[in-house]
């Protein structure tokens, strides 16, 4: 029995069908993501958890108790919303204690949660000021204070970094993420930012217009995506996707691409089963930008590596990492290499590429090829 | 600023350009200086002096003005304006602001409604005051009709019972001007952040306490403004108490308003009359002065 079940849920406003049938099932100590782009739903979804938006069709479950009809009051949730919606007319121990106030707990009892909370986020000489007093990092440490005091079975957060600075944002990621291990608690995550998806999730549910992409661990939602939109999604910089055609040469399967003076055989090590009934026809292919090195840097353990010389077409340091752009099938390429010696534009240099890592997907449907044994955890739902 | 080298033609229109918003103004400003605060000094200079039917400038410190305070209808009017002015103010804020909030809960014909409430505020004083007036005249409103449908023992006679008139007029007033201190309210209530509530909601407030602990609280400066604008709105009432009772029955409606425009006009006690005025002004400007600091100055902090 799962701890949270959203069970085939719809959401309906008049005409607009917003939410069109989602499944997600986590258990207790999970942190699950909802990511996507604006309009994709993931708002919705979580203010229907929260019991601010009507449900619908299909069924909201918490702790195997059916919660659909259920007052926001009476869910045994918290929210952080993302304007921290602090209440400006009561000082930070007012606000922190007003759910508590409202379920009628004592004074004494008030006070020492207050104070708890406020020892945990460090805001302590903070407890007397006006929210109007505090600076954003502050105010979202309140918001998160409210949430906490009240030791809910579920904590949600509404894209509650989204307005803070860049900096300030990494900061607040990081403790989130240790206050979830500390904590253990349950929370779902409302974020369109790809890269706190990946950071703090355990499970991570991509949604597209309404319909649930992939649910998984950030890893195999990276490594392995169920579909185009999933691929370009997760990853910055995102994914190449490059068209080719799929061959057999000397009894091998290869992907056919075509570059500017040469078309290139990359062998076809992942998959091979499914794409072997793909023979002569057109796939995508997607690689990540770190399975495309230098020779030097390339993962000879575990991966597969395939080894050609390509046109640099633009070189861009990062400081950390070297992205070289070349041009195949027609589209531009990320490679990530290492730093140091870089290559210069115009001139030859050898690349790397771990095929192990290459994944191919329909370019009509957008549909991942995948055996049948690597198929992930959530069906797939194809836009054909 | 280097015109010396300049041709002269130049020199002209430089000049001209430099003056002309000056000159366009100055005629305004001498009018306002001269009719609004000219009139104010010399309405203050006539409250210290002899002053019967015709000005006379002959200096009497202080007689006018203790002559004010010893009339007995000066204190009716003054009694008046404190009951009528703190009725007004009170009922309009409760009422206005009980529409506002039930006219926020996403209803229907919202738009209607608002211009039905807001519609009396586009009607003066005046028309307000004749039409309440007959419609609460004994002999031929809402006690005649209810006579002639059959009811004959109903009975309300506050338009000419000297201890009630002033209700009426409070009645009157609050019906004209709930509707204004309601569009106030409801812009004051549309500007919060509905987040705010929801998580109130979670916290597990009922509507009631959500009103009374989170929304009400942050409406404070449209109370601060609403109550200013009602404030000087009650001491500066005459037109209606006009139209409406005419002060009576006997002085029994007189506000300082009309306590002044009778001094002034008919008993030709003109150094009274200004000596009431000054005193009305410094109590608008008691009022008003404060608040437009604090408006005024918000912006730069």
Known sequence: MSFLHIHHVHKRFGETHVLKGVDIEIEKGDFLVLVGPSGCGKSTLLNMIAGLDSISEGELRLDGQRINELHPSKRDIAMVFQSYALYPSMTVAGNIGFGLEMRKVPRAGRRAAIQRVAELLQIENLLKRKPAQLSGGQRQRVAMGRALVRDPQLFLFDEPLSNLDAKLRVDMRTEIKQLHQRLGTTIVYVTHDQIEAMTLATRIAVMRAGELQQLGTPQSVYDDPNNLFVAGFMGSPSMNLVPARIAEKAGALVALIETEKATLALPIVRDRQALTDWCDKAVMLGLRPEAITDPASANRDGGEIFEADLEVDLVEPTGADLYVVTRLGGTNVNARMRPGSPPQSGTQTRFAFDVSRMVAFDPDSEARIRDRASVGSAPLASSA | MSDTASPHGKGVRERLQHWLPKLVLSPSCVLILFFVYGFIAWTSYISFSDSGMMPDYAWAG????????????????????????????????????????????????????????????????????????????????????????????????????????????????????????????????????????????????????????????????????????????????????????????????????????????????????????????????????????????????
């Open chain 2, 62 to 301: 202080l007689r006018q003005w203790s002559r004010l305070w010893s009339s007995w209808t000066w204190g009716i009017a003054l009694h008046n304006i404190w009951v009528f002015g703190l009725l007004y103010i009170v009922s309009c804020t409760v009422l206005g602001l009980l529409l506002a909030i039930l006219l926020d809960q996403r209803i229907r014909a919202e738009g209607a409604l608002r211009t039905i409430y807001l519609y009396p505020m586009a009607l003066s004083f005046i028309v307000t005051g004749t039409a309440w007036q007959w419609f609460l005249n004994p002999g031929l409103g809402l006690e005649k009709t209810m006579h002639d449908l059959g009811w004959e023992s109903f009975s309300f006679n506050w338009l000419i019972d000297a201890n009630m008139a002033i209700y009426t007029v409070v009645i009157a007033a609050v019906w004209q001007a709930t509707g204004f201190v309601m569009a106030m309210f409801l812009a004051g209530l549309r500007g919060i952040d509905g987040e705010m509530i929801k998580a109130a909601q979670i916290d597990g407030a009922p509507a009631w306490k959500i009103y009374a602990r989170i929304i009400i609280p942050q409406l404070r400066p449209v109370f601060l403004s609403a109550i200013v604008v009602l404030a000087h709105l009650a001491i500066k009432s005459f037109d209606l108490i006009v139209a409406m009772t005419g002060g009576g029955p006997g002085n029994a409606t007189a506000v300082p308003a009309t306590f002044m425009y009778s001094y002034a006009f008919s008993r030709n006690e003109m150094g009274i009359a200004a000596a009431s005025a000054v005193f009305m002004l410094a109590v608008i400007a008691a009022l008003i002065i404060p608040y437009l600091y604090s408006e005024l100055r918000e912006p730069r902090s």
